[in-house]
C-alpha cells in the first residue's frame, strides 16, 4: 500500500487556502419561550455566509483507520435573519419587537475528523462528520423596525446574542458539516483506490475487509438500537407527554386588528420506537484496543397529537383536535469499543436534522385555515427546542445504561435479543 505516497499528494493540492461560500446557506427557523423573561420569540429568514480557510491537517493510515482528520478556520462567520419577539402569551400585547439581526463569530475553528467509505469500488468519500466547533468572538448587531421598551434592552444586549448562537447551534454545525464535506470529497477523488493500493490482491482483500467489517458493525448497532426502542416502546406505550401550547397572537380584520389566544393540551408524541439505522455503520479504529462506530439513524415518522384546543378570537371559538406529523428526521450515533474491557460505551446521540411538517386541526370554522400556519409555527419551535430534547435524553439513557450492563460479548452473542423475546 502506498498510503504515504497517496496522503503526502492530496495534501500537497490542498494546503492552507481561501474558499468563498458562493451560495449562502439556509438556516431553520426558530420559535420559543424564554420563560424567565416571559416573552416568545420568532427567529426567521436566517442565512449564513463566511469566507474560510480550509485547511487538510492531516491525512494518513487514512486505510487503516479510515479517517481523515481536520482543522479549519473560519476568520468571520455571518448569521443574518429577522426576528420578532412579544408577550402575547402572557396576555401582553403591548410588548412587541420585530427587526433584523446579524450575528458575526470570529475566529471560529473546526477540529475533528471525518470517516471514510469506498464509493463505486474506486474512491474514498466522506461517509460520516464529526467536528467540533469553537469560536473565540461573538457580536450581534440588531436594527429594530419596532420596539418595546421592556424588550429593547435584552433585544439590544450580550445576552440575546448569545441566546441565538444556542438556539441555532445544531442548524448551523449541520450546514456547515455539509459544505465541509463535499470540499473534502473533492480531495480525495484526485487520489484513486488504485494509487493508494497499488496491488490488485490487497484492494480485494481490503474490499472484503471493511465489508465484512461493515457487516457486524451494523449488526452491532442494530441490537443496541432495537432493545432501547422497545424499552421506550414498553415504559411509555409509544405515548410520551408534551409541553402545553399556550400562544397569543393577533391578526387584522377590515383595518381593525383583533386579539384572540390559542391552548393545546394533553398532547403527547407517537412513534418515537420506530427508529432505524439509515446506511451502514462506518467505523475507525482508534488505537489497536478501540474502535469508534458512527452511524446514522432515522425516525419512520413522529406523531405529535393534543386531545383537545381551544382558539378564542372576536368572540368566536373554535376547538377540537389537533395532529401533527413530522418525517423524515434523522439522527447522529457515535459509539466506542474497548476490545480490552470487552465493552461499548456511548459517545453521541443526537439528533441533526428534522424534516417536513403537517398539521392538521380537526374542527369548524373559518379561523382554522389561519390558525394552521400559526400552528405549525408554535409547533416546530417546541418541538426543535424542547421535544427533541427529551426525546434525545430518553434513548441516550436507556442505551446508556444497557451498556452498562452488558458487555461486548452479550451484544454480539445475541443476548439481547433473547431478553427481548
Known sequence: MNEEYASRAIL??????????????????LYFHDNEREFSMHLHKMQGSSEFVFKIKKLQTILKERHVELDLLMPNLFVGGAYECDRMAYGDYESTSS?????????????????????KN???????????YSSTYKRIQVRQQETNPRLSTFITSVAFGKMVVRKIWRSL???????IEEKVNLALRKRPLTQIIGNSQTLTKYKEYIKTTTESANKLVDNIVDYAKDLILQKYSDRIKIPDIREGFEKEVLFVTWRGHFLANSGTARGCHTVERVGDTAFANDNSSFMHLYGTLGFEHIDLLYDHYEAHFMGLGPSGSLSTKFFPLD??????IDFTGKKVYLDDFKVTSVGNLEVKLMGFGWLIDFLTSKVATWIVGLYR??????????????????????????????????LRA
Do not use: C, W
Open 12 to 29: 500537497s493540492n490542498n494546503r492552507a487556502k481561501t474558499e468563498a461560500l458562493i451560495q449562502p446557506f439556509p438556516l431553520e427557523e
Open 99 to 119: 427587526g433584523n439581526f446579524r450575528l458575526a463569530l470570529n475566529n471560529l475553528t473546526a477540529v475533528g475528523l471525518a470517516t471514510l467509505k469506498i464509493e
Open 122 to 132: 474506486s474512491s474514498l468519500k466522506v461517509d460520516k462528520m464529526r467536528l467540533m
Open 173 to 179: 454545525t449541520y450546514n456547515l458539516n455539509t459544505v
Open 331 to 336: 439522527l447522529y450515533v457515535h459509539i466506542h
Open 385 to 418: 427546542d424542547r421535544i427533541i430534547t427529551d426525546l434525545q435524553y430518553k434513548y441516550d439513557h436507556y442505551i446508556s445504561g444497557l451498556l452498562d450492563t452488558y458487555d461486548l460479548d452479550d451484544i454480539l452473542e445475541g443476548k439481547l435479543l433473547r
